[in-house]
């Protein structure tokens, strides 16, 4: 399969939908997908055009099933050294995802485990399939799960993050649900639907806001809230067009013509 093939892109108007397609190995990540993901995701965030991404995977057996440890045994084998996901010459794929300021979407249509856990993570928000299991077997592995040691603690109760950890066990959607790990929990097939639909109310929206948005919410993360507060990253709404006509639709009952700027 070509590197082209191992990762199916589409593009509907303002959305990009990028599609995992190594069903054979349970569309898990060789370091040829690990960076075309960085590519398209690196290129999409610089896409003026693009205002929304959603990520999933071909069928329904996995969404992603972390590193091809197959292939990085052939490369112990031969001798090769590992390179921690900080220590490469690239920038780390999670760390991408999460600073790709445009909307982000994972739409999980099987089990997500190890690094698909961790790349799903990294997304803003995560619709799964009702069949979808979750966890970081790292510890059973030997591995280490930087990404998600350092995520998982954040979005979930600390107890809750060091016993996934600790056990490398997993969890089922309900439970990743109640957690508040998921969006939405739907039939299964039905995830990239779901995000589909609400990536269109997304898209409905002035695109200057939300990106501002994304932007305050990661870069304040963790701060102390008087420093928060005084962020001012990305282009400020409160001076852009598409504020003008926002408000100009609203009193005229019509729908915003966006200009991004």
């Known amino acids: 399969m070509s590197v082209d093939d191992i990762l199916l892109t589409e593009t509907r108007g303002h959305l990009r939908i990028l599609t995992i397609n190594r069903p054979e190995r349970r569309n898990a990540m060789n370091p040829e997908l690990q960076a075309a993901l960085l590519k398209e995701f690196v290129e999409s965030g610089a896409d003026p055009n693009i205002r929304c991404i959603i990520l999933t995977a071909v069928g329904d ?3 992603c099933a972390g590193a091809d440890l197959k292939a990085r045994k052939e490369e112990d084998d031969a001798g090769k050294p590992f390179q921690g996901v900080m220590a490469r010459e690239s920038r780390n794929l999670f760390e991408a ?6 909307p982000t979407i994972a739409a999980i249509n099987g089990p997500a485990v190890a690094g698909g856990f961790e790349l799903s993570l990294a997304c803003d928000i995560r619709i799964a399939a009702e069949h979808a299991v979750f966890g970081l077997p790292e510890a059973k592995r030997g591995m280490g799960a930087q990404f998600g040691t350092i995520m998982l603690p954040r979005l ?7 016993e996934m950890l600790y ?8 439970q990743a649900r109640n957690y508040g790990l998921l969006n939405r929990v739907v039939p299964r097939g039905q995830a990239l639907a779901a ?27 963790g701060l102390p809230t008087a420093t928060a507060l005084r962020l001012n990253e990305g282009i400020s709404p409160y001076e852009s067009e598409d504020r003008v006509e926002g408000i100009r639709a609203f009193v005229e009952k019509r729908k915003p013509v966006w200009k991004n700027r």
């Open 61 to 63: 057996a996995a969404f």
């Open 97 to 102: 995802v999460l600073e790709t300021f445009k």
């Open 156 to 162: 979930v109760p600390m107890g809750i993050a060091l």
């Open 167 to 174: 056990t490398g066990e997993y969890i089922d959607a309900q």
């Open 195 to 221: 995000a589909l639909e609400l990536a269109d109310k997304i898209l409905e929206n002035a695109p200057v806001t939300v990106r501002r948005q994304k932007e305050m919410a990661i870069k304040s993360w």
